[in-house]
Nanobody
């Protein structure tokens, strides 16, 4: 089992920044896992935001957040972060951390992830 706990959500004005963190733990958790952030706005489907492997520099972003969001990891702390800059009202959503073993970044989709956190709410006011 893998446990994921998100933190860092909140209310911010448009143009502002927030940093989300995801702490990962569990007996089977290892560096072979792929980590990703998803988000779900009210009335919408859960969508991919950003992803990376536990090892190596490769990252992938949704077009809507490229150049504004940055995913990073801290292997020593078993955590993954999402730095969100230039936030827009349309970024308002519950943000989820998710992981799956050995999933190629190009194939990361919500239904393919094995473990999920409970989510953290990000609200961007105009």
């Amino acid at each position: 089992q893998v446990q994921l706990v998100e933190s860092g959500g909140g209310l911010v004005q448009a143009g502002g920044s927030l940093r989300l963190s995801c702490a990962a733990s569990g007996r089977t958790f290892s560096v072979s896992y792929t980590m990703a952030w998803f988000r779900q706005a009210p009335g919408k489907e859960r969508e991919f935001v950003a992803g990376m492997y536990w090892s190596g520099p490769a990252t992938r972003y949704a077009d809507s957040v490229k150049g504004r969001f940055t995913i990073s990891r801290d292997n020593a702390k078993s955590s993954v972060s999402l730095q969100m800059n230039s936030l827009k009202p349309e970024d308002t959503a519950v943000y989820y951390c998710a992981t799956a073993p050995s999933m190629p970044l190009s194939r990361v989709v919500a239904h393919g992830m094995d473990y999920w956190g409970k989510g953290t709410l990000v609200t961007v006011s105009s």
